[in-house]
């Protein structure tokens, strides 16, 4: 016997999350009713994963998601954002108990990491795509933007970029993902506690899931500013530097869905940030400049690149590949 929506709601997902004081109102009734803290900002974002298009059809449920709530909870870190809550919109070729138990458990082990309670959602049948909206805090004079950014602001990205694209394009031609790459595109590790302690302090962010020179360009577009990066400042796993050795800098350069925080920062405020994210264990590593010219240029030992920002991940423009 099938189980209905209703069953497949109370099975799966009631109580799937830890409770919060702030939930007035949660899953079962018509709308979640929430409490937003006094001078904080209502932080919102919602990403779609679509099968085939986003994750291959047959990956691990767990995985799946691990990562619906990661790309959403990413978001909220580019914002500075503290996560609270999250809803979840399933549509399902069919009540698959094995695939939702397991893409249940990896939604609840994120979500329990970054205390974000579950509070609604919606199933419905169709083509296998998942909605995830989460909804988070900031605090007035700790808001995150894409604008901001001014010329001589320090461009610094987080941890290493490209790890993920390049198990993606190794998956894609059936060659063997190490795992340590492959944790990369899978279970990607939202940056959310670097993401609020940029808050007030950086001029600008945003999380790389375009490709790092098409976020920067974001950035730059939304501040009016242009950019010079070192190419061979870009902090690179092991994996990834024996790669670029051979030539190809895309998936460092164009690859997205590292979930890495880019952020600009006024460089009198760089030592005392360096402090901080010491104290904290993030890692942020400065890769370039800002400048009053638009555009990006890209340095090399060969000597300067222009580079077409447009060039990363785009839904409406090109093919896209299933990640
Ligand atoms: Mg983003």
Redesign the pocket.
């Known amino acids: 016997m099938s189980l209905s929506e209703f069953d497949v709601i109370k099975q799966f997902f009631t109580g799937l999350t830890d409770a919060r004081d702030d939930v007035v109102a949660g899953i079962g009734d018509d709308c979640a009713l929430l409490d937003v803290p006094p001078g904080r900002h209502l932080a919102v974002?919602v990403d779609t994963l679509v099968a085939g298009r986003h994750f291959l059809a047959d990956a691990d449920p767990e995985s799946v998601g691990h990562k619906a709530l990661a790309?959403n909870l990413?978001?909220l870190a580019?914002a500075g954002a503290e996560p609270a809550w999250a809803t979840l919109a399933l549509t399902l070729p069919a009540v698959d108990t094995d695939w939702l138990r397991g893409f249940s458990r990896g939604f609840a082990a994120l979500a329990g990491r970054h205390g974000v309670a579950l509070v609604g959602g919606d199933t419905t049948g169709g083509p296998l795509s998942i909605t995830v909206t989460v909804h988070g805090f900031v605090a007035v004079d700790r808001v995150l933007t894409r604008g901001g950014a001014r010329p001589g602001d320090r461009v610094c990205v987080s941890g290493t970029v490209g790890d993920a694209a390049l198990a993606l394009a190794r998956r894609l031609r059936g060659e063997a993902v190490p795992a340590e790459l492959a944790v990369r595109l899978d279970r990607p590790l939202p940056r959310v506690a670097l993401g609020r302690l940029l808050g007030g302090t950086a001029s600008a962010a945003?999380?790389v899931?375009?490709g790092l020179l098409a976020?920067l360009g974001h950035v730059c577009a939304r501040s009016g500013v242009g950019a010079r990066v070192e190419r061979d400042r870009i902090p690179l796993s092991p994996a990834l530097a024996t790669y670029c050795r051979g030539g190809d800098w895309s998936p460092v350069l164009g690859g997205g869905d590292d979930y890495e925080l880019l952020c600009c920062v006024p460089p009198e405020q760089l030592p005392a940030l360096r402090v901080a994210c010491d104290d904290a264990g993030e890692h942020l590593t400065e890769i370039g400049e800002l400048v009053e010219r638009p555009g990006i240029v890209l340095v090399t030992p060969d000597g300067d690149q222009p580079v077409d920002p447009g060039a990363g991940f785009d839904h409406f423009r090109g093919a896209a590949a299933p990640r």
Request: glycine content about 0%; charged content about 40%.
């Open positions: 974002s790309v990413s978001d580019a945003i999380d899931s375009d976020d």
